[in-house]
Every structure is written in structure tokens, then in C-alpha cells.
């Protein structure tokens, strides 16, 4: 009777045993070492660590979240002009011999100044062929020992302080450009913009190209915009204050998410965003970030390789 009983009871125990154990190998284990890799994992996944150098390397502009003006505008394409209210052309008084030229495009001249010497042909004697101007000579049309003659300029000369840009409105955005319209110009050159207004707007129009001309004169201290070559502009239509603004360049799409970049201490976090309005440099942030925020403006898609980076390692 007592060994029927120890049987039982040993049965019973080998089943619980058995039961236990394809009860653990169906469960999912949740060590603590487990919940802590996934949630290392959602950080990895949430933003990327780059240290200052690594950005700096990388040539990722840091911009900080602030108000901005948002423009509604109009590029226009056009040419760089000599100011024709600063330009003189200098011509020989007397028919004559050119018997000594003393300057050349691109000199700078004083008004006043002898540009070349000439021999009449009336009284043989030479003359003083000087500038009128104080400005660059810009061309030139006299050679040594050439027949000058009253009938043609000799010179040249603009002051090259301001110039003209002129600018090709078309037909259809004539009603929208006016005097005194804000407009950024561009040289090309690598600087910045250089602000003017429009200052005139042409009566008649081209049937060649149908548009009409729209001028700015601007300030050329620097000479930055040389006349005979293009430039653009952007005419400020409109323009709107927002609250918080990021570069247009700092948004990245995420899972089909709008996000931005933002610095904490070594890290950049992920911020998923909801945008307003834009122009061609900044657009609305209206919820995701804050103003003050430092977040990744130029070459943010490198932040975002890198993230990419981090979650194949991850995969793997």
C-alpha cells in the first residue's frame, strides 16, 4: 500500500516537473538585461550621439529655433548695368594724332586727370585729353598714334559706386511688381544678398521676350556687382511674422513624418514636427519645437544617415 503511494507521488512530481518545464520553454524570457537592451534600443532609435568635432567635421550648421519673417516673393532674372546718371564719355575736342595714351580699362581716374595727349590738326599743337569724371574707365576707343576724331569717344567713364540692375518682368507678374518693392539681389559671388528696391518700372515692354523692365539702382561699394554680368533677385510681394521658424534645409522626413533635429548636450534628438507656412528659406514650426531650440540647419541629412546607421546595427 505504501509503495503504490510513493509511486503516485513520484508520478506526480515528474508531471509538475515536466509541465514547468514546457511552460518556461513556451514563455518569452524578461530578464531584466533583456528590458534593458530594448529600452537602450528605442533611445538608439529616438536620436544619435555626435560630438562637437564629428558635427564640426561634418559641416553641420547649428541654427537656433526663432521667430522669422516669412516672405512671399518673385524671382526675377537680370543684367548688371554702369549707372547712365554716372557715366561720361570722354571725346577729343579737335581732330588729331594720338601722340601718348596714359590710361586703360579698369584704371581708377580723378576728375580733372589727363587720360591721353592729342595733336590737333588744325594748329599742330598737342592738347590735354582729361577726365570729366571721377570714376573707372569702362572702355576705350584710342590707340597710340590713331586719328582721334570728334565724332567718336575716346573714353569711357563710369562711377561704379552704384550701378543699375535691370531685371525682365513677364507679362503675367506685371501687376504684382511695383516701385519701392523690397528686392534681394544676388551676385553670384558666394556673399550675401544685397538689399535694394525697385525704383523703376518700365512704361513699354519687349514683343521679343513680352516682358517689361524693371530697374534697382544699388549700392556697389565693394564692387560686388559688375556691370555686363547677370544676376537674380527675389521681390518681396508679401510678408508674414511667425512665432517659430527652422531653416527649410533642417527638415528631414522620418516614417513619412516631418522631423527636425534638435541638440541636447552631445546628442541629437529626433522631433517629430507639424509645419505652417514657408518661403524659400525658413518654414513654421507650429508644434515640435520650441523657440530657442538648437537643432541640425545645414547638412541634417548626415544626422539622419547616421541614425540610419545606428538602427542596422541594431537589426543585425
Do not use: C
Request: charged share 25%; net charge negative; aromatic share 6%.
Amino acid at each position: 500500500m505504501i509503495t503504490r503511494m510513493l509511486r503516485s507521488l513520484m508520478f506526480i512530481l515528474v508531471a509538475a516537473g515536466l509541465i514547468h518545464a514546457g511552460y518556461r520553454m513556451l514563455t518569452p524570457a524578461t530578464t531584466k538585461p533583456a528590458v534593458a537592451e530594448n529600452i537602450q534600443k528605442e533611445e538608439r532609435a529616438d536620436g544619435v550621439a555626435l560630438s562637437d568635432a564629428k558635427v564640426a567635421a561634418a559641416g553641420i550648421e547649428l541654427a537656433t529655433a526663432a521667430p522669422a519673417v516669412l516672405r512671399d516673393s518673385l524671382l526675377l532674372n537680370g543684367v548688371v548695368q554702369a549707372n547712365q546718371e554716372a557715366l561720361v564719355q570722354v571725346t577729343p575736342r579737335f581732330p588729331g594724332i594720338v601722340k601718348e595714351v596714359r590710361k586703360r580699362i579698369g584704371d581708377r581716374v580723378e576728375r580733372g586727370e589727363v587720360l591721353a595727349i592729342v595733336e590737333s590738326n588744325q594748329s599742330l599743337t598737342p592738347y590735354e585729353l582729361k577726365a570729366s569724371l571721377a570714376g573707372t574707365v569702362i572702355d576705350r576707343q584710342t590707340t597710340l598714334g590713331e586719328y582721334a576724331s570728334e565724332q567718336k569717344p575716346a573714353f569711357v567713364i563710369a562711377d561704379l559706386s552704384t550701378v543699375w540692375v535691370d531685371f525682365s518682368v513677364y507679362r503675367r507678374d506685371l501687376k504684382r511688381v511695383h516701385i519701392g518693392d523690397q528686392v534681394m539681389i544676388d551676385p553670384a559671388d558666394g556673399g550675401a544678398a544685397i538689399a535694394a528696391q525697385v525704383s523703376y518700372l518700365s512704361p513699354v515692354g519687349s514683343s521679343e521676350t513680352q516682358s517689361a523692365l524693371a530697374r534697382a539702382v544699388v549700392a556697389n561699394p565693394e564692387q560686388r556687382l559688375r556691370p555686363g554680368l547677370f544676376a537674380t533677385g527675389r521681390v518681396t510681394l508679401s510678408s508674414k511674422t511667425v512665432a517659430v521658424a527652422v531653416k527649410t534645409s533642417a527638415v528631414q522626413t522620418l516614417e513619412d513624418h516631418p522631423a527636425v533635429f534638435v541638440r541636447s548636450g552631445d546628442r541629437f534628438e529626433v522631433r517629430e514636427v507639424e509645419l505652417g507656412d514657408r518661403d524659400t528659406d525658413f518654414v513654421e514650426i507650429t508644434f515640435g519645437v520650441l523657440e530657442g531650440d538648437v537643432y541640425a540647419a545645414r547638412n541634417s541629412f548626415i544626422v539622419k544617415a547616421e541614425m540610419a546607421k545606428g538602427s542596422a546595427v541594431d537589426n543585425d
